[in-house]
T-cell receptor, first 114, second 116 residues
């Protein structure tokens, strides 16, 4: 999976608790992305980053925040998890902007919010 | 707004037969188009892309896709399917003229089942 790791790989949590997912890359790519995958919806972009401390919202950003303090790490935080955030979360990286070059995906994190 | 549709939730094909996975898109300008494949419990893997140029694009694992501007389609094809091609396939699009964001829009996915 192209030098991308995600942690944890599986997590079960309760409604209202904070959750942080981590994406770590060893490719030194500039762009990093967080997607969620839900049946019938494909992948939907939550947030992305175009450099250290530079982030922007995606299609489904409500309820999520991100931070990127180092090139290699991109964190996704659910401040107060809800059952609607039960999903599989994928991190992706790319050398160029999405749509100008291919993205490389991590193995995913399966999050269950009870 | 950009959008992409994969009209088939599942495609079944016998090993050795040709396969087609359909994708249609909608953009206001010209499209960047991608196909990705997802094997069980894995992230997506890039297969091929169309940016400009030849309408027939060749990619990994013997897959190809044909860009048809008049039909706004980008169907994925392979002349002879393998059982190991069984996976979930995603089409994705970005409008070249979209200045509102740098996002790919993914289709809902098509599950390809290749039977021996």
């Amino acid at each position: 999976d192209a030098g991308i790791t995600q942690s944890p790989r599986h997590k079960v949590t309760e409604t209202g608790t904070p959750v942080t997912l981590r994406c770590h890359q060893t490719e030194n790519h500039r762009y990093m992305y967080w997607y969620r995958q839900d049946p019938g919806h494909g992948l939907r972009l939550i947030h992305y980053s175009y450099g250290v401390k530079d982030t922007d919202k995606g299609e489904v950003s409500d309820g999520y925040s991100v931070s990127r303090s180092k090139t290699e790490d991109f964190l996704l935080t659910l401040e107060s998890a809800t059952s609607s955030q039960t999903s599989v979360y994928f991190c992706a990286i790319s050398e160029r902007l999405a749509g100008e070059g291919e993205q490389f995906f991590g193995p995913g994190t399966r999050l269950t919010v009870l | 707004a950009q959008s992409v549709a994969q009209p088939e939730d599942q495609v079944n094909v016998a090993e050795g037969n040709p396969l087609t996975v359909k994708c249609t898109y909608s953009v206001s300008g010209n499209p960047y188009l991608f196909w990705y494949v997802q094997y069980p419990n894995r992230g997506l893997q890039f297969l091929l892309k169309y940016i400009t140029g030849d309408n027939l694009v060749k990619g990994s694992y013997g897959f190809e896709a044909e860009f048809n501007k008049s039909q706004t389609s980008f169907h994925l094809k392979k002349p002879s399917a393998l059982v190991s091609d069984s996976a979930l396939y995603f089409c994705a699009v970005r409008d070249m003229n979209n200045n509102a964001g740098n996002m790919l829009t993914f289709g809902g996915g098509t599950r390809l089942m290749v039977k021996p």
